[in-house]
């Protein structure tokens, strides 16, 4: 254990933990939050513009798992540097540089890899750092999502349509500078020893896959949440605003949720993946009532679907690091990859479904997938 950073009080390790994660997957959440001004401005359909968000994940699928091991090599506050720089530097690219759909795209690939490398940095940063309650720390890192999708809503009305929407990419860049400042005084330098790798053996590599496999599934409702829901919103008679403020609010539900379970992870007597497995049943469920072309529908089946549908990660990587914790970077980045293939494969599929057959069919196909994913999750934690 590093020294350094066990001095540190909790409270302030977990904060550069979340706003780390917050900055690296800002760029990705904000095309989705955005959409409807980025679509206007480059005059993209909805079935293109899927590969924004799409390309981003995709990037981070290609380099989760060996930005994991790296991770385990060179320490967390290494990774996690050239991570926050990276995406500042790509936040501020996007706003100047970016004009026209491909130089986007290109933009949103290195904003990818650079959401996988801190991912997984931070998740070793906290199993190192020797926290009396990992579980909370876990989940208030996780925070970062929903914290990233809130602000990508707000951005709408307080950002976009005043002063433009590049403008919430150059205030993304200030809060991924912000948080390197807190990464070089508060996280680990250095990287675990072989020796406690070596004598951990930790969650077998066929249960990661699984587990990266239900993740996959989860994180394409996750994903299809954070795409669409503001355009399902406008379609189904909100305003602009309103939709975009729809998205913060559930997003906002989904981060005080997370943070009431991580204050009993910890001493919870059922398996984190067993509720994990009912929470997405019962975002599922709020899914299928997107499916309503009403707004008061809406609004309700949004709240819902992101109370139940954004809860999972807690529970899946607090079990994953906790039965792992000699290394939690290299096994979260097997079980990332299936979050990343899930959340690649959302906007694209999604914005598909909506251009053939519209919003009611694709609000079903998440909610179907959500469910699979749910069941997967029950059944392979008796390997964890």
């Known amino acids: 254990m590093n020294p350094a950073t066990h ?41 293109r513009y899927g590969w924004a968000m799409s390309t981003y994940f995709l990037a981070a699928t290609t380099g989760s798992i060996l930005l994991g091991r790296l991770a385990q090599v060179i320490g967390p506050r290494r990774q996690l540097t050239l991570a926050l720089i990276g995406a500042a ?175 009993r992870l910890d001493r919870m007597s059922r398996h984190p993946f067993v509720v994990a497995g009912v929470m997405a049943l019962g975002g599922a469920i709020g899914v299928l009532g997107l499916s309503y072309r009403l707004p008061t529908v809406h609004i309700i089946a949004t709240v819902l679907a992101f109370s139940g549908g954004w809860i ?10 906790r039965a792992n914790e000699g290394r939690a970077a290299s096994s979260t980045g097997v079980t990332q990859t299936g979050v990343y293939l899930g959340v690649f494969a959302a906007p694209l599929t999604a914005g598909a479904i909506i251009e053939r057959s519209g919003y009611p069919t694709m609000w079903l196909v998440t909610a179907s997938a959500m469910a699979i994913g749910g069941l997967l999750m029950a059944r392979v934690s008796r390997r964890f």
């Open 7 to 47: 001095s540190r009080s909790p409270k302030t390790v977990i904060g550069v933990a979340i706003a780390a994660a917050v900055s690296v997957a800002l760029p990705g959440f904000l095309v989705g939050g955005l959409s409807v001004q980025i679509r206007g401005e480059f005059a993209i359909a909805e079935g």
């Open 312 to 321: 999972w990660p807690v529970f899946l990587n607090f079990g994953v690091v």
């Open 89 to 263: 530097g790509v936040d501020i690219c996007i706003a100047w540089l970016a004009n026209d759909f491909r130089t986007l795209i290109v933009f949103l690939a290195i904003a990818g890899i650079c959401n996988a490398a801190a991912q997984t940095a931070v998740n070793l940063g906290l199993a190192q750092a020797g926290l009396p309650r990992l579980g909370l720390a876990i989940a208030i890192k996780q925070s970062g999502m929903p914290t990233a999708s809130m602000l990508s809503g707000l951005a709408v009305p307080a950002i976009a349509l005043t002063l433009g929407w590049r403008w919430a990419f150059v205030a993304a860049a200030a809060i991924a500078l912000s948080a390197l400042v807190g990464v070089q005084r508060t996280i680990a330098a250095s990287a675990p020893t072989s020796a406690s790798e070596d004598s951990h053996t930790g969650s077998p590599f066929s249960a990661l896959v699984i587990a990266g496999i239900a993740a996959m599934f989860l994180s394409f409702g996750a994903g299809a949440l954070n795409a669409w829901v503001v355009e399902s919103g406008v379609d189904a008679g909100l305003g602009k605003a309103s939709a975009g403020l729809m998205l913060s609010v559930g997003a906002a539900l989904g981060i005080a949720i997370r943070v009431g379970w991580g204050m």
